[in-house]
Every structure is written in C-alpha cells, then in structure tokens.
C-alpha cells in the first residue's frame, strides 16, 4: 500500500469519526449521560449525573458547589425525571439549621430569596432535600405558593404548631386565635373571619417563631401572601402543605355539586352522606373542587364505598368500590372526591387524573404526631 493510499485511507477514517461525533448527541447521549447496550443491539439511556443544583447550608459549611441534588432516581431521589432534585443528607449532629437550593458554585441563582430551615432532634437523622423546579400556576385545584423553584425538607421535626400572621390579626406569631389546626397527613388549615374587606398580607409562622411559609415557600424571612377580603367578616382559608412546603392564604368560596358517599358502614345509602366542597364538614379548602366529608365510622373493619351522584348510582367512581380500614372503633375519616382534571397538570403524572376517590385518617388524640405525612397516616391495609 503506497504512501497516497494510507493517507486517503486516515482521512476516511477521521471523517467517520467526526461525523460518530455528531451523530451522539442527536441520539440522546450528552456529556451528562451514558449509554448502555442490551444483548439485543438496543441503546438504554442510563441514569443522569448528577444536576446543575446543589444545597448549600450550616450544616456543611455554606459550600455551594459539593453537595448536588438528583433528579436520577438515586441518591434519594424519588422518582426520575420528574423536575423534583432532592438528595438524602445524614445531619450528624441536632439542631436548627439553615440552607438555600443553588445553581451549583454560583450564589446569583438561589432559592428562597433569605435562607431556608430545619430542626432534627435526633443525631445522624437522614433529611430529604427537596428543589420542585416544576411550574404549578396552571394547575387545576388550589393554587398554592410558591408556584415554581420550590424548597423543601422530608424528615425533619416540624414545629409543634403554627400560626398564621398578618396585618389582619396585628403580626402576632402565638395568637391563639390563629392556630393551625392539624389535619393529618402534613395538611395544617384554619378558616378565619376577616372584619373588614380589604386588602392583606400575612403568612404562616412556627408559632412564636418568625421562621416561616410564605409566597416564597419555607423560609427564615419568608415573603408575604397578599390577598383580598370584598365583604364584611369574610372567611379566608389559612393551607399549609408541609409535604410540598406550599402554603395559602385566600377567600373561602365553594363548588357546585351533587356528590355522596355511599359505603358498607352505612348501608350503601347513596343520598344521605353529603360531600361538600365549601370549607364545611369536614371539607379543608372551599372551591378547591375537591369534595370531603368527615364521617365516624363506629366499628373498626375494612369497608368498600363510592362517590356517587347522590341518588344516582349510573355516576360512582371508582367503577370498583374503594375500600378503607380503621383499626380502632369510632374512627373519624375524610372522605374525598377530587372532581379536577390533573391530565395537564405539571410535574409527576399521577393516576387517575380526574374523579378521584380517597380517604385520609385523622389524628389519633394524645400521641405524639409523626413530622412527615407518611408517619402521621395509618396504613391502608
């Protein structure tokens, strides 16, 4: 082979892999990726690195580039590609602590606005960090601050209680009057009567506290909620949602609709156990289109009911019963019946997306509650 030919020959091979080269990409394999292949000849995606968000704090000495979040189904994550980077952090030793989600290694992008918190009570306790980097303003349902580049812990002691301040109630963060109430399951809620209509501001604090939710989510300094009161004595509902660390603080309105339970333990009558849908019975947030109804159940057993058109048993969901279990006599439980279409919601797609039928357990009095919805609700069965 002449010198022409080996030269003509390493030009071809260059140029393949040049154009290897550019053909990757296209193919979904990116710096941040890996590729694996199946006997069968099949390119799997492998996990994604780690991302472009770290946590900063107290905790580990305010580095903002050594301590990345996971949106890969790893490291604590969740579940993959579902716009949540959280991270599964072991604090060594007790104590209140602050901290931001950051663009890794660059302070300009942070979330929130002032530091976040936590407490854990225990050495060595494991927390979930959370960064919910999703855009909830067009979601059905509640609409619940802040609405995108949320932050969050999991495993955290929560404080004892909270309470909402404002200038609707003269900035106290231990009145009484303005107690969460707690609802199981990380759900805290209160309705309150404003006197005068106008507009206020006002957020949900740990009681005594100014370490707080607010328009900006979970944090030390958190922004207030602005809303607006347009009668006299007008009901606000007060929600926080320790689980995705979203809070609200909005007029009570309410739902039409012609929604019961019917059930095994009330003889499957399909027109006297009303759901409501206006801040009443049991029902945590008015015109949210989530239907509920408190109902005490006397016997402990496993049960099977249905949402139903009340009175009209061609309208019931779910098309099989649903069925709860109470392990102690004279357990009260909240029944639900979401009527909103979530096909378009953003973030994790859950199913179903709409006429959805469930049930939640109240808290057990005198014991101590669990910090995290998973602890605070008895199992299903």
Same mark, same amino acid.
């Given at each position: 082979?002449?010198?022409?030919?080996?030269?003509?020959?390493?030009?071809?091979?260059?140029?393949?892999?040049?154009?290897?080269?550019?053909?990757?990409?296209?193919?979904?394999?990116?710096?941040?990726?890996?590729?694996?292949?199946?006997?069968?000849?099949?390119?799997?995606?492998?996990?994604?690195?780690?991302?472009?968000?770290?946590?900063?704090?107290?905790?580990?000495?305010?580095?903002?580039?050594?301590?990345?979040?996971?949106?890969?189904?790893?490291?604590?994550?969740?579940?993959?590609?579902? %716009?949540? !980077?959280? #991270?599964? *952090? @072991?604090?060594?030793?007790? /104590?209140? &602590?602050?901290? =931001?989600?950051?663009?890794? +290694?660059?302070?300009?992008?942070?979330?929130?606005?002032?530091?976040?918190?936590?407490?854990?009570?225990?050495?060595?306790?494991?927390?979930?960090?959370?960064?919910?980097?999703?855009?909830?303003?067009?979601?059905?349902?509640?609409?619940?601050?802040?609405?995108?580049?949320?932050?969050?812990?999991?495993?955290?002691?929560?404080?004892?209680?909270?309470?909402?301040?404002?200038?609707?109630?003269?900035?106290?963060?231990?009145?009484?009057?303005?107690?969460?109430?707690?609802?199981?399951? %990380?759900? !805290?809620? #209160?309705? *309150? @009567?404003?006197?005068?209509? /106008?507009? &206020?501001?006002? =957020?949900?604090?740990?009681? +005594?506290?100014?370490?707080?939710?607010?328009?900006?989510?979970?944090?030390?300094?958190?922004?207030?909620?602005?809303?607006?009161?347009?009668?006299?004595?007008?009901?606000?509902?007060?929600?926080?949602?320790?689980?995705?660390?979203?809070?609200?603080?909005?007029?009570?309105?309410?739902?039409?609709?012609?929604?019961?339970?019917?059930?095994?333990?009330?003889?499957?009558?399909?027109?006297?156990?009303?759901?409501?849908?206006?801040?009443?019975?049991?029902?945590?947030?008015?015109?949210? %289109?989530?239907?509920?109804?408190? *109902?005490?159940?006397?016997?402990? /057993?496993? &049960?099977?009911? =249905?949402?139903?058109?009340? +009175?009209?048993?061609?309208?019931?969901?779910?098309?099989?019963?649903?069925?709860?279990?109470?392990?102690?006599?004279?357990?009260?439980?909240?029944?639900?019946?979401?009527?909103?279409?979530?096909?378009?919601?953003?973030?994790?797609?859950?199913?179903?997306?709409?006429?959805?039928?469930?049930?939640?357990?109240?808290?057990?009095?005198?014991?101590?509650?669990?910090?995290?919805?998973?602890?605070?609700?008895?199992?299903?069965?």
């Amino acid at each position: 082979m002449n010198k022409k030919l080996n030269f003509n020959l390493a030009q071809t091979i260059f140029s393949l892999i040049m154009v290897l080269a550019l053909l990757l990409p296209a193919s979904g394999i990116s710096s941040a990726q890996s590729a694996d292949v199946r006997k069968d000849g099949l390119m799997l995606e492998a996990p994604l690195a780690a991302s472009n968000w770290c946590i900063a704090g107290s905790f580990q000495g305010w580095n903002n580039a050594s301590t990345p979040l996971y949106d890969d189904g790893t490291n604590g994550d969740l579940f993959a590609k579902d %716009g949540v !980077y959280s #991270l599964d *952090y @072991t604090i060594p030793s007790a /104590g209140d &602590y602050e901290w =931001k989600t950051v663009q890794c +290694g660059n302070w300009s992008v942070a979330y929130p606005g002032q530091n976040s918190w936590f407490t854990t009570q225990v050495a060595d306790t494991v927390v979930k960090f959370t960064f919910d980097s999703n855009d909830y303003a067009g979601n059905t349902g509640a609409l619940l601050l802040p609405t995108k580049n949320i932050v969050n812990v999991w495993g955290d002691t929560l404080p004892a209680s909270f309470t909402a301040v404002g200038d609707f109630q003269g900035w106290n963060n231990a009145d009484p009057a303005t107690t969460l109430a707690n609802e199981g399951n %990380g759900i !805290y809620q #209160l309705f *309150y @009567t404003v006197a005068n209509p /106008g507009s &206020y501001i006002g =957020k949900v604090t740990s009681t +005594g506290s100014w370490w707080a939710f607010g328009a900006d989510g979970r944090s030390v300094d958190a922004a207030n909620i602005s809303f607006t009161t347009t009668t006299a004595n007008e009901v606000v509902v007060i929600w926080l949602d320790t689980n995705t660390g979203r809070v609200t603080i909005t007029p009570n309105s309410s739902t039409t609709g012609n929604w019961c339970v019917a059930g095994s333990f009330q003889g499957w009558d399909n027109a006297s156990t009303r759901l409501y849908d206006n801040g009443t019975n049991g029902d945590l947030f008015g015109g949210d %289109g989530v239907f509920s109804v408190d *109902y005490v159940i006397p016997t402990a /057993g496993r &049960y099977e009911w =249905k949402a139903v058109k009340c +009175g009209d048993w061609s309208v019931a969901y779910p098309s099989d019963n649903a069925w709860a279990v109470t392990a102690a006599d004279g357990r009260t439980v909240k029944f639900t019946f979401d009527t909103n279409d979530h096909s378009g919601d953003a973030g994790l797609k859950l199913l179903p997306t709409s006429n959805i039928a469930n049930a939640w357990w109240q808290p057990l009095p005198m014991l101590p509650e669990a910090s995290t919805w998973f602890g605070s609700r008895e199992p299903n069965g």
